[in-house]
């Protein structure tokens, strides 16, 4: 009777869809290998498409449909190495979380975690076997070998704390990557938008500059007709200029605009550079008030957490700034008071958790503030993205225009001039 009461708990203490094994995740890894006979189908579709078409308008048209092509290929498969490199790292939270739980070895956890998820998570588990076989702490192990590990849970993982306690940090901060997901995606979908749109955009306004304008110029010439001025902007005054400003132009805005992809497929908050850091230092924020409830949960006084967690977090810009705020604790400054100052918090949230450790539900209190700071980081990203997306789409939409302007113009012009 006990051992089967054991073994339920056991499952229902895992994740809800990994295998049977303690060591399991959460759900099957996303594989590479779902190019189906319907996606090949549309691919040779579009590939013949193209080359219809590129038959009909030249050798010019072929060349920026290659060109565009292969930039779009280069960010998708940035796009799809830095995602997978990101879901790899949630069955290793998975493992560390059931391992410091149960007690359990965590060589053996992390070296089938490897094994499973491929890629280079293999070696890169490996690496973090060897340096725990040698001794070394398991937090050092794991920033000795960086993406093996989020760099949120290397915060925790330095914090000492006991496997209950960590475990615990560990699954939530599993559950705030998920919840991140969503905000993650809605993002990648107006940046994908937005992107196909200009690479869309570039390919017809190139064949039209290409092949339909210089017939154009040459309709004119004949007639001895002046081209409207507004057809002139839009043509370049010749194809040299074309050559030599807009599509040079067009393809920078494109390799500017692959990293902003990036960013939303991976986390910028793991990225650990100081300018992004001091961008989402409320996030970071969240995650020092997490460490503060946990702290304070054991029983340790504010000014040793802060302390500790000065040198546990990862990121420089926040290691500064929570030992500003030790800085102004030692000088006779509310605790509270100094997180918000130094921008850790908002002051509302600091008169927030005075109330809180008057009541003595401070623990609580911080770790329920950190997620709000998170909720209020991703409803902001939403919004800027919302109030960002239309204002694209405009400027987008001004060479359209003036294009399409400058393309039926000439027409009228010419009916006109062959009236009179």
């Given at each position: 009777?006990?051992?089967?009461?054991?073994?339920?708990?056991d499952?229902?203490?895992?994740?809800?869809?990994?295998?049977?094994?303690?060591?399991?995740?959460?759900?099957?890894?996303?594989?590479?290998?779902?190019?189906?006979?319907?996606?090949?189908?549309?691919?040779?579709?579009?590939?013949?498409?193209?080359?219809?078409?590129?038959?009909?308008?030249?050798?010019?048209?072929?060349?920026?449909?290659?060109?565009?092509?292969?930039?779009?290929a280069?960010?998708?498969?940035?796009?799809?190495?830095?995602?997978?490199?990101?879901?790899?790292s949630?069955?290793?939270?998975?493992?560390v979380?059931?391992?410091?739980?149960?007690?359990?070895?965590?060589?053996?956890?992390?070296?089938?975690?490897?094994?499973?998820?491929?890629?280079?998570?293999?070696?890169?588990?490996?690496?973090?076997?060897?340096?725990?076989?040698?001794?070394?702490?398991?937090?050092?192990a794991?920033?000795?070998?960086?993406?093996?590990?989020?760099?949120?849970?290397?915060?925790?993982l330095?914090?000492?704390?006991?496997?209950?306690?960590?475990?615990?940090?560990?699954?939530?901060?599993?559950?705030?990557?998920?919840?991140?997901?969503?905000?993650r995606?809605s993002?990648?979908?107006?940046?994908?938008?937005?992107?196909?749109?200009?690479?869309?955009?570039?390919?017809?306004?190139?064949?039209?500059?290409?092949?339909?304008?210089?017939?154009?110029?040459?309709?004119?010439?004949?007639?001895?007709?002046?081209?409207?001025?507004?057809?002139?902007?839009?043509?370049?005054?010749?194809?040299?200029?074309?050559?030599?400003?807009?599509?040079?132009?067009?393809?920078?805005?494109?390799?500017?605009?692959?990293?902003?992809?990036?960013?939303?497929f991976?986390?910028?908050?793991?990225?650990?550079?100081?300018?992004?850091?001091?961008?989402?230092?409320?996030?970071?924020?969240?995650?020092?008030?997490?460490?503060?409830?946990?702290?304070?949960?054991?029983?340790?006084?504010?000014?040793?957490?802060?302390?500790?967690?000065?040198?546990?977090?990862?990121?420089?810009?926040?290691?500064?700034?929570?030992?500003?705020?030790?800085?102004?604790?030692?000088?006779?400054?509310?605790?509270t008071?100094?997180?918000?100052?130094?921008?850790?918090?908002?002051?509302?949230?600091?008169?927030?958790?005075?109330?809180?450790?008057?009541?003595?539900?401070?623990?609580?209190?911080?770790?329920?503030?950190?997620?709000?700071?998170?909720?209020?980081a991703?409803?902001?990203l939403?919004?800027?993205?919302?109030?960002?997306?239309p204002?694209?789409?405009?400027?987008?939409?001004?060479?359209?225009?003036v294009?399409?302007?400058?393309?039926f113009?000439?027409?009228?012009?010419?009916?006109?001039?062959?009236?009179?």
């Amino acid at each position: 009777m006990s051992q089967s009461t054991e073994t339920d708990d056991d499952r229902n203490d895992g994740p809800p869809s990994g295998p049977s094994s303690s060591y399991g995740p959460p759900r099957p890894l996303p594989s590479a290998r779902s190019f189906g006979l319907a996606h090949a189908m549309i691919a040779i579709a579009v590939l013949a498409v193209v080359g219809r078409v590129a038959m009909v308008a030249g050798p010019a048209f072929a060349l920026i449909v290659f060109v565009v092509l292969v930039l779009s290929a280069i960010a998708g498969g940035l796009a799809l190495l830095i995602r997978g490199g990101s879901v790899r790292s949630d069955p290793m939270l998975w493992i560390v979380a059931n391992a410091v739980e149960r007690g359990l070895p965590l060589e053996a956890g992390i070296d089938a975690c490897g094994a499973l998820c491929g890629g280079s998570m293999r070696p890169k588990a490996r690496a973090v076997v060897r340096l725990l076989q040698r001794g070394t702490p398991t937090a050092e192990a794991f920033a000795r070998v960086p993406g093996s590990f989020p760099k949120a849970g290397l915060v925790f993982l330095r914090m000492d704390w006991d496997g209950p306690r960590l475990g615990k940090a560990l699954r939530d901060l599993i559950q705030r990557r998920a919840e991140w997901r969503p905000f993650r995606s809605s993002l990648a979908m107006r940046l994908v938008y937005i992107g196909w749109t200009l690479v869309v955009m570039q390919a017809v306004l190139g064949f039209l500059l290409y092949s339909i304008a210089p017939r154009y110029e040459a309709i004119f010439a004949d007639f001895g007709v002046p081209m409207p001025r507004i057809s002139q902007l839009a043509y370049f005054r010749g194809n040299a200029a074309i050559l030599g400003v807009f599509f040079p132009l067009a393809f920078l805005l494109e390799l500017v605009g692959l990293p902003l992809l990036l960013l939303a497929f991976f986390d910028p908050i793991e990225w650990g550079i100081g300018p992004i850091d001091r961008l989402l230092i409320k996030r970071h924020g969240a995650t020092v008030l997490r460490a503060l409830s946990g702290e304070v949960a054991m029983g340790r006084p504010l000014p040793e957490a802060l302390d500790r967690i000065g040198r546990a977090a990862s990121s420089g810009a926040v290691r500064r700034r929570v030992r500003k705020a030790r800085g102004r604790v030692d000088r006779g400054e509310a605790w509270t008071r100094a997180l918000a100052s130094v921008r850790l918090i908002r002051w509302a949230d600091a008169l927030a958790l005075d109330a809180s450790q008057r009541a003595g539900n401070l623990s609580w209190a911080l770790g329920d503030l950190a997620d709000g700071l998170d909720r209020r980081a991703g409803h902001r990203l939403i919004v800027w993205s919302q109030f960002l997306l239309p204002v694209a789409v405009i400027l987008l939409a001004m060479p359209v225009v003036v294009v399409a302007v400058g393309f039926f113009l000439p027409l009228v012009t010419l009916i006109e001039a062959m009236s009179r």
